[in-house]
Structures are given as C-alpha cells and as structure tokens.
DNA sequence: CTGTGCGTC
DNA sequence: GACGCACAG
C-alpha cells in the first residue's frame, strides 16, 4: 500500500500527507529528496538544492506530466543568476570559455508547455558544467527517453545532478565543480505500481544503449548521500531502491 | 533536441 | 550586456 492519501490530479495543487503528517503540497515537491546542504529552492517548474562549495545544484527535482509535452518552440534566452540561492548561485560567466556546455538539470525541452516554465530552466542553478559531446550524445538520448516515458506511463518524476565527490575538475572564478559521474532518478507512481530506475552515467559521450547505465538507486545514494524517496513507505523504498531490474520500463 | 560563437548596437 | 543570426553534434 501506498503510504500517500492524495494523488495529484492534473494542475490542481494538492496536500500530500504521510502517516498523518503533511510532507509537501505543491506539486514538483513531490518526491521531493533529501538534502544535505540544506538550501532547497523551489521555482515554478521545478525545486533544487544548492551546493554551494561546487556552486550547482546537488539535485533538481521535477514533475514531467504527460501534459507537460509539448512541441512549442520558444526563443532561447539568456541564463540568468537565480536570486533565489541565499548563498548566491553560481554566474554564467564561469562556463563562457570553459570548454563546457551549461548543460541543463531540469531541461528546456521538458518545460515547453509555457513560455514562463521554459526560460525558468534557464537559471544558473539549474546548470551544470557539461562536455558537450555528453550533454547533446548520451545525456540527451537519455533525456529524450524520459519525455518517451512521460507519455507513455503518464508523468514521470525526475531527480537529477551531477555526483559533486571526489576530485573534480573546476571552471571560472567561482569554482564551479566538474562533476565526474551523472545521474538520473525516475519514479513512475501513475500507472498503478509504482516503479523506479536510476542511471548513472561517467561524463563523457557513450554509444552504448542506455539500459547499460541502469543502477540500484541504493548506490546513487551511497554515492551522494541522498535519500530519493523518503516519502515512499519504508518496506517498498527498500525493495525499489535495491533494484536494477529494468524490465518494466520500456526502452 | 543539445548547445556555442561572433558581429553589432 | 543584449540581440540576432550562423553553425555544430
């Protein structure tokens, strides 16, 4: 059994509650993950939180609706820093000639519904330095698989990052941190059972399918420090999150 | 889709 | 810095 006494209809902004207690109501808090630097952000279209040591967000965190899908195109615009950060987000001067993509966490593509949604992706929180061979190679085939499971199992909820460990790479004034390894949480809690997978990928460009980078969430978070489903019921966060059975999602 | 670079104001 | 357009995987 689920522990939740809510689902989320479409566009209606409801009170998740967990044994009694009332964990989050907006609708991209969701699922929301443990943070451990305890500066969650939340936009519109999406919540964060903030590394500020590595200056990016340690995750972002989103709800991709089925109805969120949209082929609209909109005008690129320009990162802007996202005043929202209290320890000050990283400015988009550190990427201009790094060598490294401001590679989107949330993406445009996955917020085309509305102007408004769209250029919210473009804050500096929402970015991390990305080679850009990675970010429009596997990154974005994965990326592009996502939107595919959002239509077909009607939403899907997204937790993604950079794994800020280890010895990385900076780049401009600020120090913005190289990550080494991304990763990807999906939980599907729409089409009766709920389901997860998780991928892992090294930052670098691969030609491998993607099923190949599938991990248990239980090593995304022993890597991070980050529990991906608090919200779920102990006995099943278990079982989902030791998993690296794939076959329930259609690649 | 994912992005950058450059000339111009 | 902001804009418009060209270009690349």
């Known amino acids: 059994m689920y522990s939740y006494e809510y689902f989320l209809e479409e566009e209606e902004v409801a009170t998740i509650v967990k044994k009694g207690?009332?964990?989050?109501?907006?609708t991209n808090e969701?699922?929301?993950?443990?943070?451990?630097?305890?500066?969650?952000?939340?936009?519109?279209g999406y919540s964060l939180s903030y590394n500020e040591k590595h200056e990016q967000a340690e995750w972002v965190a989103y709800e991709l609706k089925k109805?969120?899908?949209?082929?609209?195109?909109?005008?690129?615009?320009?990162?802007?820093?996202?005043?929202a950060v209290k320890t000050g987000a990283a400015h988009w001067r550190n990427y201009k000639k790094s060598?490294?993509?401001?590679?989107?966490?949330?993406?445009?593509g996955d917020r085309r519904y509305s102007k408004s949604a769209h250029d919210e992706t473009f804050l500096t929180s929402n970015i991390s330095p990305q080679e850009?061979?990675?970010?429009?190679?596997?990154?974005?085939?994965?990326?592009?698989?996502?939107?595919?499971?959002?239509?077909?199992?009607?939403g899907v909820f997204v937790v993604?990052?950079?794994?800020?460990?280890?010895?990385?790479?900076?780049?401009?004034?600020?120090?913005?941190?190289?990550?080494n390894q991304f990763y990807k949480v999906l939980i599907d809690n729409n089409t009766g059972k709920t389901?997860?997978?998780?991928?892992?990928?090294?930052?670098?460009?691969?030609?491998?399918?993607?099923?190949?980078?599938?991990?248990?969430v239980d090593e995304i978070e022993?890597?991070?420090?980050?529990?991906?489903?608090?919200?779920?019921?102990?006995?099943?966060?278990?079982?989902?999150?030791?998993?690296?059975?794939?076959k329930n999602w259609s690649f």
């Open 67 to 83: 109805s969120h899908l949209s082929s609209i195109n909109h005008k690129r615009p320009y990162f802007e820093v996202d005043k």
């Open 21 to 26: 207690k009332i964990v989050k109501k907006d």
């Open 30 to 44: 969701y699922f929301l993950p443990t943070s451990t630097t305890g500066q969650i952000v939340h936009h519109q």
């Open 99 to 108: 060598g490294f993509d401001r590679g989107h966490l949330c993406p445009a």
């Open 195 to 216: 389901k997860v997978i998780a991928f892992l990928m090294p930052h670098k460009d691969s030609k491998k399918p993607l099923y190949e980078f599938v991990v248990s």
């Open 132 to 154: 850009h061979k990675f970010n429009s190679g596997v990154w974005n085939r994965l990326e592009q698989k996502v939107r595919y499971w959002a239509g077909k199992y009607n």
């Open 222 to 246: 022993k890597l991070t420090g980050i529990d991906f489903c608090p919200q779920l019921e102990d006995k099943l966060e278990n079982k989902l999150e030791a998993s690296t059975n794939y």
């Open 160 to 179: 993604t990052g950079g794994v800020l460990k280890g010895s990385m790479k900076t780049i401009g004034d600020e120090e913005v941190a190289v990550p």
